[in-house]
């Protein structure tokens, strides 16, 4: 059931009380030329001639199980977002989950950092992170350059086609994680699965797309990339059993979670969860899960428990700590 509401059509369960559970982001599917035609075993309805490369879940656009668009309920509710909301874009969730499904390599690419972004598109910048699901034989990514450059050889590269050949180029493998801060030129290859957890912002800067007749962003890429090798490696750290932390930056946590049969996370957490099911199948708050399903948990929500078995779980949060053991118990 909806209604107009502050000029816009609503659910009706937008309007009330905060939600205090859990609730699924439900996916918006985005075509691409480096996608595929079959996005089994995460989704296996979804398929047919066009590609699908990318899954969004946090988007303002994504519906919720709630009724509605998740812009839509951080308007009727802005405290779901809690400590973690951003003061110069409130009404947007801070972060953005993606499954990124390749057929092909994707463009070589760079992103801007805030105070960039915020001149040029008045947008947040873009730092993300990928953990990688799965990765056919020769499954590859390139995460900045094996030799430094020179902004004059990195567009004259760009140019001719040998900016392919100058990236670092790594061979990855299910559970690898690797983070990419804004300015690190970068491409991934054909045949990953990939969870990517990013600042929410649409904004890349293509440097070179292999012929394909896409336009390039020469100028603005070539001021924001960083021209040496990368290095800014991850160590996982393990929380507690079942639990360890993948990767931490300045604009998020990302933690894994492999519990024996459940999770309970605490209630009255400051700052939204969002919760990706990378594997298994059981029940959320009361509400059944399957792989591939993303989940927001509201700041200030009651205690909630996942059950199932042989599931995995990644969680990512903005705060300056891990959540302490009593917020995230694992049986």
């Not at 209604?3 to 982001?25: A, C, D, M, N």
């Not at 899960?289 to 929500?301: H, K, N």
């Not at 205690?303 to 969680?315: C, M, Y």
């Amino acid at each position: 059931m909806s209604f107009t509401w502050g000029g816009k059509r609503v659910s009706k369960i937008l309007v009330g009380l905060p939600p205090k559970q859990p609730f699924q982001l439900l996916p918006l599917f985005r075509e691409r030329v480096w996608g595929r035609e079959s996005l089994a075993p995460f989704f296996p309805d979804v398929q047919g001639a066009n590609r699908i490369g990318e899954a969004w879940f946090s988007f303002e656009e994504n519906r919720t199980s709630l009724g509605g668009t998740l812009g839509e309920l951080i308007a009727a509710h802005p405290a779901i977002l809690g400590t973690s909301s951003n003061d110069e874009h409130p009404a947007i969730c801070p972060l953005l989950v993606k499954l990124l499904f390749t057929t092909e390599r994707l463009s070589v690419q760079v992103h801007p950092g805030d105070e960039y972004a915020r001149h040029h598109h008045n947008c947040l910048g873009k730092t993300e992170a990928w953990y990688v699901i799965d990765a056919e034989p020769g499954g590859e990514i390139a995460i900045g350059f094996r030799e430094s450059l020179t902004p004059g050889q990195l567009r004259a590269s760009a140019l001719n086609g040998e900016i392919e050949n100058l990236l670092d180029w790594r061979k990855v493998s299910s559970g690898d994680v690797i983070l990419t801060p804004a300015g690190t030129v970068h491409a991934i290859g054909a045949g990953v699965t990939i969870c990517e957890i990013q600042q929410n912002s649409d904004i890349t800067y293509r440097l070179y797309d292999y012929g394909r007749p896409r336009e390039l962003h020469l100028d603005h890429g070539v001021q924001v990339s960083h021209l040496c090798p990368y290095n800014h490696h991850q160590e996982k750290v393990i929380l507690s059993e079942g639990r360890e932390q993948l990767a931490a930056c300045e604009y998020f946590r990302i933690e894994r979670l492999r519990p024996s049969s459940a999770i309970t996370i605490g209630g009255g957490l400051p700052h939204y969860l969002l919760l990706v099911s990378i594997k298994g199948s059981g029940s959320i708050a009361g509400s059944g899960y399957a792989p591939g399903q993303t989940w927001m948990a509201p700041a200030e929500a009651a205690e909630f428990t996942i059950a199932g078995t042989d599931s995995e779980w990644l969680v990512t949060y903005a705060a300056s700590e891990p959540l302490d053991a009593a917020a995230v118990r694992l049986t």
